[in-house]
Every structure is written in structure tokens, then in C-alpha cells.
């Protein structure tokens, strides 16, 4: 009897590490396209994936907001929700010197399970890039980043999950 117990135990653990293990594989990096790739000079056409040796995940900007990388580009998510319902500031910078937010294309697309994909199109605000849609609670939801600047695409896709 305590055999069987036992081995059930021991499957109910192994199920969940493999869902831990699919769930943090399915943070993607970010991709550039456009004519030079990222690089600073132009060589052909196409995407790319960027790994930089070490989890863009835990990466915090000095708003508070999830970092995004790919150099030359990096964009900070906030979910700005002081004393207005909660929507989306996103800080455009390059070598951690801010970026004027008119120079930078930007939209998101938020899915959450089961539900359908919600489009953010943002606008220059000061000092950042502002959308007024309200991001409605629960933040837990796939989502993908999409921005163009200086003639470059980036694309970031992530899951965030509040809890």
C-alpha cells in the first residue's frame, strides 16, 4: 500500500518539474530583422535570435519595468497604474541614453489563455511611449513586442505571469 502511494506521489512530482521545465522554455529571446541585422552594417535580408549568455528575464529598468535587449535598442514595459487605471509606458533607450520616443514605432500584442489577441498602438508621451488602453487585471498573458526604429524591426515575445 505505501509502496503505491509512494510511487503516485513520485508521478504527481515528475508531472509538475516537466511543467516548470516547458513553462521556462517558452520565454522566447528577441529577434531583429531589416537590412543589417543588428550589426551596424548592411549584409541581406532576414531574423535572427539573440542570445546573449544570460536570462533577459530578471532584468529590471530603473522604472521598475521588465528590460528588453537587442543593441542597439532597449525598451523598458512598465505597467504604469499610479492613480490611473493601469496601461502601458514603455521607455525606449540606446547605450542607457534615452531614445526621443517620436523615433520609435511601437505596438503590442497581449494574449491571455483562451482569449483573444488585444492590440496596443502607442504614441510619443515625454520621455516615453504611452498607450491609454487600459491593460486589464489579471497581468498574466503571452505577449509580443513589436518596434521599428531607425529603419531596424525588433521583435520580443515573452509570458508574464502575476501572481
Not at 9 to 34: D, H, Q
Not at 82 to 88: L, Y
Not at 92 to 113: F, G, M, W
Amino acid at each position: 500500500m505505501f509502496r503505491k502511494e509512494f510511487i503516485g506521489i513520485c508521478m504527481v512530482l515528475l508531472v509538475g518539474i516537466a511543467a516548470l521545465v516547458f513553462v521556462g522554455m517558452t520565454e522566447k529571446k528577441a529577434v531583429v530583422s531589416g537590412g543589417d541585422h543588428g550589426h551596424g552594417h548592411g549584409h541581406g535580408h532576414g531574423s535572427q535570435d539573440q542570445d546573449h549568455g544570460h536570462d533577459h528575464a530578471a532584468d529590471v529598468g530603473p522604472n521598475g519595468g521588465k528590460l528588453l535587449k537587442y543593441d542597439p535598442l532597449q525598451l523598458e514595459l512598465v505597467i504604469y497604474e499610479k492613480g490611473t487605471p493601469p496601461h502601458f509606458r514603455v521607455y525606449a533607450s540606446n547605450d542607457h541614453k534615452p531614445i526621443d520616443p517620436q523615433d520609435v514605432t511601437l505596438s503590442i500584442e497581449l494574449e491571455r489563455l483562451g482569449d483573444k489577441v488585444t492590440v496596443f498602438h502607442f504614441k510619443p508621451g515625454p520621455g516615453y511611449l504611452f498607450c491609454e488602453q487600459e491593460v486589464e487585471e489579471p497581468h498574466s498573458f503571452f505577449i509580443k513586442v513589436l518596434a521599428e526604429w531607425k529603419g531596424q524591426k525588433f521583435d520580443w515575445q515573452y509570458s508574464q505571469h502575476e501572481g
